[in-house]
């Protein structure tokens, strides 16, 4: 199906939303390998420079995959994983897909804290750890954790050997955790985290925020993550 020029619709929007149509009707399986970009030109009644535009923002919200020397491909669906409420798998389903998730540390450090974190947390100095979740060794996920904590960092790498960091960051803070609030935002990629997750900087990803409480219902932790939702579905359950 041609584009319409008589439209006010850039053609390269045209484009790419004829090919989500395409994709969202199954025409190509994940995996598969989409047509060359004269072949969807001719199809189309554009120049290739327009299918490439079109292809290049579909590869921006993750539905297609380049590989180089060997074209684009139709992204896998993203893994989707069941949480309850203390952002721990939810189920046989959830903990299967989990086998593969890992979340190496990558720094910590005792630090200042500034913004949101200095707001929630009512503290001027605390730990900060930051980590990049994989699943299938495939980045997934960014996360920065700001602590209510006076250990050092070489206290607080001591307490992160463990399967769920979570869990750690009670050892660290001597006490019980339950989540206080969540927030989601859809936002362009950061440079920093862009470079991390693999993706290109003002791609759209999800940013979660939120607060962990004690018993009495005293800020202890906040964290702000950054989501592949291309890779990743996280379904939070009560």
Same mark, same amino acid.
């Given at each position: 199906? @041609?584009?319409?020029?008589?439209? *006010?619709?850039? $053609?390269?929007?045209?484009?790419?939303?004829?090919?989500?149509?395409?994709?969202?009707? +199954?025409?190509?399986?994940?995996?598969?390998?989409?047509?060359?970009? @004269?072949?969807?030109?001719?199809?189309? +009644?554009?120049?290739?420079?327009?299918?490439?535009?079109?292809?290049? /923002?579909?590869?921006?919200?993750?539905?297609? #995959?380049?590989?180089?020397?060997?074209?684009?491909?139709?992204?896998?669906?993203?893994?989707?994983?069941?949480?309850?409420?203390?952002?721990? @798998?939810? +189920?046989?389903?959830?903990?299967?897909?989990?086998?593969?998730?890992?979340?190496?540390?990558?720094?910590?450090?005792?630090?200042?804290?500034?913004?949101?974190?200095?707001?929630?947390?009512? #503290?001027?100095?605390?730990?900060?750890?930051?980590?990049?979740?994989?699943?299938?060794?495939? *980045? #997934?996920?960014?996360? #920065?954790? /700001?602590?209510? /904590?006076?250990?050092?960092?070489?206290?607080?790498?001591?307490?992160?050997?463990?399967?769920? $960091? *979570?869990?750690?960051?009670?050892? $660290?803070?001597?006490?019980?955790?339950?989540?206080?609030?969540?927030?989601?935002?859809?936002?362009?990629?950061?440079?920093?985290?862009?470079?991390?997750?693999?993706?290109?900087? +003002?791609? *759209?990803?999800?940013?979660?925020?939120?607060?962990?409480?004690?018993?009495?219902?005293?800020?202890?932790?906040?964290?702000?993550?950054?989501?592949?939702?291309?890779?990743?579905?996280?379904? $939070?359950?009560?």
């Amino acid at each position: 199906m @041609p584009v319409d020029r008589s439209l *006010p619709i850039p $053609l390269h929007v045209q484009v790419e939303e004829l090919l989500l149509s395409d994709l969202d009707a +199954g025409t190509w399986q994940p995996g598969e390998r989409l047509p060359a970009e @004269p072949v969807l030109a001719a199809r189309f +009644g554009v120049n290739r420079l327009t299918v490439r535009e079109a292809i290049a /923002s579909l590869r921006r919200t993750g539905r297609v #995959v380049a590989r180089q020397g060997s074209g684009t491909f139709v992204a896998t669906p993203p893994l989707r994983i069941d949480l309850d409420a203390a952002g721990r @798998p939810a +189920g046989d389903a959830a903990r299967t897909a989990m086998a593969t998730f890992r979340e190496p540390v990558l720094d910590v450090r005792r630090t200042r804290l500034t913004g949101e974190a200095r707001t929630e947390l009512g #503290v001027d100095e605390g730990l900060e750890i930051e980590t990049l979740a994989l699943l299938s060794d495939a *980045p #997934v996920m960014h996360t #920065v954790y /700001s602590i209510a /904590s006076a250990a050092t960092a070489d206290e607080a790498r001591a307490q992160l050997d463990g399967p769920w $960091l *979570p869990d750690r960051f009670e050892a $660290l803070v001597g006490t019980s955790l339950r989540s206080a609030w969540r927030a989601f935002d859809a936002v362009p990629a950061r440079r920093h985290e862009a470079a991390l997750l693999d993706v290109e900087p +003002g791609s *759209p990803i999800l940013r979660r925020s939120g607060v962990n409480v004690d018993a009495d219902g005293v800020a202890r932790t906040f964290h702000v993550r950054a989501y592949r939702s291309d890779r990743l579905r996280i379904v $939070l359950r009560d």
